[in-house]
């Protein structure tokens, strides 16, 4: 099969696998519960229930309540979030924005951390600083992320006043645009440093915790990788033309040592994603997990249904992307289909 | 010390280092003891909200150290975030009022001292003294306030009013709580600059609870006529979203998930405001202690279990006077449908329509453990049924108390002390109500092992769906009652046979006289002299205590911990919840 045939099937498939997941999401959100769970009281009579479901159009059938949502969905109206008091569509970028500006900072703090770490105690294995590198970055897999979190509030927050929560100090938050959503892109576009630093000095707290969980894992494999390069022969050969360590290690064998750990770190980005809900309510972050958490608490279905769609089509889209590189890749991708 | 040789040797020195770092650690999250500790006020027993009187808060001059943070910005740190803004579909102790309160007005307010009525957008309180309640009770009439501007510059006038009652009664939105209004009012009218309202029955509760409600208040009609205007039925987006009221402060901005932006309204007819807020959403408690601590939070959404955690820290005054209006409640389903009840359940659909069985729960329940435990000391039992501050409560008011032996006797005269039973608590998990059931639970398994209580604890979604199913499909509940200003509300919503949960849980299985309780209740309900009203309440104490139909563990006392820089700090429960008015605040 040639890709372009290749690419084609895939294309003309996704529309199909795209409805079976609406449906499946759609099906899931009207089990276990009434959808308007969060607007109920319940001295509300069954009259008031029945004019709010009318509202939301709920008294329709269900093929009829899906087509509507689905049409909505491809207009671009996702539904109005209860817990936001707002159409989703407004209020879903923001929060997106807000996970992923924190999830990419944490990936920078445990991408620095763990190479930084699994270098310099790869090129000491076995010797106190590997020890005490290891137990470091152990214990931030082991340490509960909400104590570790807490424990860094109080410190930094309470007794030292070094750091703030919240993602921004309003006044200046207000004082820039914001046409991407990440106020640390949008400070830069706007040129304002105070606006830089206070994004940066929000998320300081907030991205460490996150970043650390990840760490140990980033850790290890450089350690281990770099330790198994470093007994190549190739590194041999570089001491041996007397080259100095420390570039036989930076030039030779970390460069190596990279290729495992950053698919580890590939894979630990969506792990960061995951366990921005805990950070986000700690830290008083307004990101998605915050958000999904506060509408699964409170019975806000739709808002539960519009982040799930979402998600899955991005997860489709960012899938496909992927199977086609990997047939430009590897043609035994597109052979073997 | 001498240090072992050797890898391993090595490896326990830096075990021994790692645990002491955990230890310094652990001990970095104790309290401080401080000498600028403030102590909680001596509880009244009344719903006066005076001022804290502790030697900290009452001091005017500079805050004691540090300094203020975020001068002339009060932060107030909030456990949940309004549904709407608009008066005409917020529902009765949702987060929304919060901001009503502030923003927008009513004719009438409860103030600072409540439960006393002082004018708001009226220029007077009506009474039937000063004529402005007609003879029969079913007329009242209010003058209204000249010179008062809203935030979009439109002058506030009578017909202004009418068109904000009757917009309310128009949209009549299900999720609102309009039902205050169209359940009493039979016509709105204006004469001159009076705004008149015409009932349908007499209601002693109306000034204090229907007019003071936040569906009552007042909107600019000019923002509504530009806004979407009135469609009968459907929310307006705008107000949900925004809001437009002549109150002291203007609404700035909600930046939703994060913080709610209130300014000083320079144009506001009464006393302004001295600082702009900032409600901070906070869903974390243990953050909202910590920000309190770190002074980045004026005043925090609290609850008993976290005074541990304040008590004695520097620069925090906790707030303690006064009674909060919403007792927990433990509610006996006298519907009881066996085949709904959880499998484990034994009990008969019958078997709260014995007075004695009901009698011998409330005997049975520990009441200290809640109020000691649950309530970390900052409560008191209830008599059954008036809770302290309300209309006609007295302390000499009959009320239950533990008593084993009674409770016993009680089982053994119903015969269920030899056979036992086993019955599901259905409460929010976490907080109070959970801690109620499981004192409920441990009261009644001391008291015979046969007695097998099992607390189902869930989210409260989860709860809430469940509390409005009717039949309910347990034996019993817990929550906290709805706040309401006047015994009127509460016991018809409460104890009436035929009111809200009357006609759920079938008050009328298990009255012994329920005619006579509900002619009582009604009479009181629309009595204008105040002196039968409370003599009619009493007796229906004691009628009630003889004829429960719930256990009540416990009221909490009004609590709020507070920056200790924060001054002239006031707090009236009988305000939507967080019972604040910031207007009246200052560093």
Redesign the interface.
Known sequence: MQIREYVIRRLLVLPIILVGTSIIVFTLGRVGGSPIAIYLEHEMTPAEVAEIEERFGLNKSLPEQYVAWVGGALRGDLGYSGVSAAPVMDVLPRRLAATLELAIAAAIVAVTMGIGLGTFAGARRDRLPDHLTRIFAISGAATPIFWFAIVLLIIFWVYLGWFPVGRSDAAIFASIGHPTGLYTVDALLAGSWTAFKDAVWHMALPALTLGYGSTAIITRMMRSSLAEELNEDYVDAARAKGLPERLVLRRHARRNALIPTVTVIGLGFGFLLQGTVVVEIIFIWPGLGRWMADAVLRGDRATIMAYVLFTSILFLLVNLVVDILYAYLDRRVVLGS | MRIPQG?YG??HV?VII?VALTLV?AA??TTDESDETTTTAEPTGTTEASTDTTEASTDTTAPPTGGVNNPGLYVHAADD?????DPAGV?AGEAGETVILQVYERLVEIGPGGPDLIPGLSSEVPTVDNGLISEDGLTYTFPIRDGVVFHDGSALTADVVKFSWDRALEMDL??GNVSVLSDLVESTSVDGNNFVVTLTDRNAAFLNSVVTAAVASIVSREAVEANGGVVA??PNDYF??NAVGSGAYTLE?W?????I?LAVFEDYWGEPAKLDV?I?????S??RV??L????FDSIETDPTFITDLEGVEGVTIFSEGWLLEPVHVGLNLDIQEDLLPPEDTIPADFFWDPKVRQAFNYAFNYDNFIEGGLSGLGGVVPHYLPQGMLAYDDSLIRYETDLARAEELFRETGWWDEGFTLTVLVEEGGIFETAGLVMKDSMAALNPNFVVNVAAV????F??A??EVPFPYAAWIKNADPFADPAALFAAYEHPDG?WGSVHKFRNGYQDADGIAALIDEAAVSIDTDRRIEIYQELTQLLYDDPMWIIPGNERALMAHRSWVQNFQMNPLWPRPSLKFALFDK
């Open positions: 890898r090595r490896l830096l790692a650690l970095c999250t975030e309004p549904l709407s803004l529902a299900p999720e039925g459907q949900s979203a901005a930046n939703r998930g994060e913080t932006e900032r901070q959403q906070v869903p974390d243990d953050v910590l920000g601590r770190a002074g980045d989210v409260e979604v989860q809430d769906t509390h409005g809200e």
